[in-house]
């Protein structure tokens, strides 16, 4: 049984491939082994249109407010 592939499309400013703005709905996909880098996670891939280098994706938790 094959696994199932997990997308979003958002868009990205600030590229960390061609530091250009404005590329809208990428499609980033699930990678099969998430990178652990400095104690977070990359999860998810996109080609940056520009230069088709991959993007990679991090989710980070909000820092909780102190009272």
Same mark, same amino acid.
């Given at each position: 049984? $094959? /696994?199932? =592939?997990?997308? #979003?499309?958002?868009?990205?400013? &600030?590229? /960390? *491939? ?7 709905? #990428?499609?980033?996909? $699930? ?5 652990? %880098? &400095? ?6 891939? $996109? +080609?940056? +249109?520009?230069? &088709? @280098?991959? %993007? !990679? !994706?991090?989710? *980070?938790? +909000? =820092? +909780?407010? @102190?009272?």
């Amino acid at each position: 049984m $094959a /696994a199932q =592939v997990h997308t #979003l499309s958002i868009d990205v400013n &600030g590229c /960390a *491939r061609c530091h250009g703005d404005g590329h809208q709905l #990428l499609t980033f996909t $699930a990678l099969t082994h998430p990178l652990e %880098i &400095g104690g977070e996670t990359l999860t998810h891939w $996109a +080609p940056c +249109p520009t230069n &088709g @280098e991959p %993007i !990679l !994706l991090l989710f *980070r938790q +909000p =820092v +909780p407010e @102190e009272d």
